[in-house]
């Protein structure tokens, strides 16, 4: 990986000449490269207090550069969820009969909530309240429907709602917490509720519940106190599920909750942004700093200061060609996100001239064109013939922009053709050796496909450094044995 390969070369102009082979900086770096993001971050920090000085700063850079892949990866993640949860769900919903779950609509309701759907989350959620269920679940609804109300613009609904809870309980304090968060509501206080419920629970001797432990950690991502959100994931249990439901012998239904992925990207976005504004006070790394910190803010729907670090980046002396492309690409797609439309295309036309038929540049473009939802018809004629006369490992990321391309045109059987192209023949579903991004795009297009064994075959090698994928892989599984019509239970082992 090229990127890696310079920031080394960026870690030996600011850092010590040696480098021992246990350096911690080191260490992370080979991680980074093998996709291990967890193993790498966790290392580095852990290693951080004890740096020399003129470590800290390529230390910094390279736990930002750690954090973003991994927010990048957590948010992919989030959306094949809510999109493979929300079918699953609705299918277990539609169930009629005395083997019906009762807790399906609370999920579902949360299901379509997670995904931006406010007005058909109302129905389920208000389904569950009329029919059975415990306390906590019952309140977890009432909130999730305050959600909804101040998602549509009822915010006096939103408050009459949350209003009339109890926050005894811990996990339904945080709830509230979240909502409030979410809502911006600061004035509420969802720090200090998340700090009191955390303290109850620890006071109690109880286990931290994943729906706290999920909520809280949203609730210090959006707050920026990253302290108590790396203690409260060293703590938590992030691949847990949130509720059994038992309905027979050989009927029990597992549910997950929705928030852990997109409250785990957040706060990986958060923590990346907090590491690279650090680096990039270093002046010896203020240039290559800056190329990564366009890129979070990017992420961060952050679009001034997007184009103001992506700017530095471009200022600075000596970047390599490559990132200067990217970083290029990068300023188009922002010039598209302020209505700029021809600015952009101009951008990337005037790069395609200049380099024509350079793999990488042309997949950036393209898979940039994906992530806007808008045609991009030439580069796409393009890169087909390019990746047609040429062969090997360099055409491979340009079999992947073209895959990614397509996926968001919902051309699924091209998307496949190419994601598939593109992955590593000899290690297909191994993250060290592809992107876990493209992977999950490559199962978002098997799962469109109703490919479902191909699907569950990559969650299957992820799930060995990110167990928190086992919602995806217990709702791909539902789906493909109802497609099935298999009975039984859904076993992942």
Same mark, same amino acid.
């Given at each position: ?17 040696? &480098? ?11 991680? =980074? ?40 990866? &957590? ?36 299901? $379509? ?27 977890? @609804? ?93 703590? @938590? ?8 439901? *038992? ?21 990986? $976005? ?9 680096? @990039? ?16 803010? *990017? ?11 992506? @700017? ?21 797609? $922002? ?5 700029? &439309? ?9 790069? *395609? ?64 053709? =190419? ?12 993250? %060290? ?20 064994? %191909? ?5 299957? %090698? ?17 789906? =493909?044995?109802? %497609? ?10």
């Amino acid at each position: 990986m090229y990127g890696v390969l310079f920031l080394i070369l960026s870690i030996g102009l600011a850092a010590c000449p040696a &480098h021992a082979a246990d350096d911690p900086v080191q260490k992370a770096m080979k991680a =980074y490269e093998k996709h291990r993001y967890e193993d790498a971050a966790r290392d580095l920090r852990a290693a951080l207090p004890s740096l020399e000085q003129s470590k800290q700063s390529p230390a910094r850079l390279t736990l930002g550069m750690i954090y973003l892949k991994n927010c990048e990866l &957590h948010q992919g993640l989030a959306q094949m969820s809510a999109e493979v949860n929300a079918d699953y769900l609705k299918r277990l919903s539609s169930d009629r009969g005395a083997g019906r779950s009762m807790y399906s609509d609370l999920y579902l309701g949360l299901a $379509l909530l997670e995904g931006g759907k406010a007005a058909p989350a109302q129905a389920p959620l208000e389904k569950f309240l009329a029919g059975g269920g415990d306390a906590r679940h019952k309140d977890i @609804a009432k909130i999730a429907l305050g959600t909804a109300a101040n998602m549509r613009g009822d915010k006096q609904k939103a408050q009459e709602l949350w209003g009339g809870i109890n926050s005894s309980d811990p996990d339904v304090k945080t709830e509230l917490a979240a909502a409030y968060s979410r809502a911006g509501l600061v004035e509420k206080g969802p720090v200090a509720l998340c700090d009191e419920a955390l303290a109850d629970v620890k006071k109690g001797g109880k286990p931290l519940s994943l729906i706290a432990a999920k909520n809280c950690l949203g609730v210090y991502a959006r707050a920026g106190s990253l302290d108590k959100g790396l203690d409260l994931l060293q703590r @938590a249990d992030m691949k847990s599920y949130s509720y059994r439901e *038992t309905i027979s012998k050989s009927k029990v239904i597992t549910f997950y909750d929705l928030q852990v992925l997109p409250n785990l990207a957040a706060f990986y $976005l958060q923590a990346s942004l907090a590491s690279l504004e650090k680096a @990039a006070s270093d002046p010896q790394l203020k240039g290559i700093a800056s190329y990564y910190l366009g890129e979070a803010q *990017t992420l961060a729907g952050n679009t001034d200061q997007a184009v103001k670090a992506t @700017a530095a980046f471009l200022a600075a002396p000596q970047m390599p060609l490559q990132f200067k492309n990217k970083a290029m690409v990068r300023q188009g797609a $922002l010039q598209q996100q302020k209505g700029k &439309h021809a600015e952009a295309i101009g951008v990337w036309d005037e790069l *395609t001239q200049k380099q024509p038929g350079d793999p990488e540049l042309l997949s950036d473009i393209l898979a940039t064109c994906g992530r806007l939802r808008i045609d991009c018809p030439r580069t796409a004629q393009t890169s087909a013939g390019v990746v047609e006369a040429g062969d090997g490992k360099r055409f491979a990321i340009l079999n992947v922009g073209l895959g990614r391309y397509y996926l968001s045109k919902k051309d699924t059987a091209k998307a496949v053709s =190419y994601l598939e192209a593109g992955r590593d023949k000899g290690n297909k579903n191994k993250i %060290e050796s592809n992107d876990p991004v493209m992977l999950v795009d490559l199962s978002d297009a098997y799962y469109r496909t109703k490919k479902f064994s %191909e699907a569950l075959e990559i969650y299957f %090698e992820m799930s060995k450094q990110f167990p928190e994928v086992r919602q995806i892989q217990e709702a791909l599984q539902g789906i =493909y044995s109802m %497609e099935h019509k298999s009975a039984g239970d859904v076993k992942i082992n």
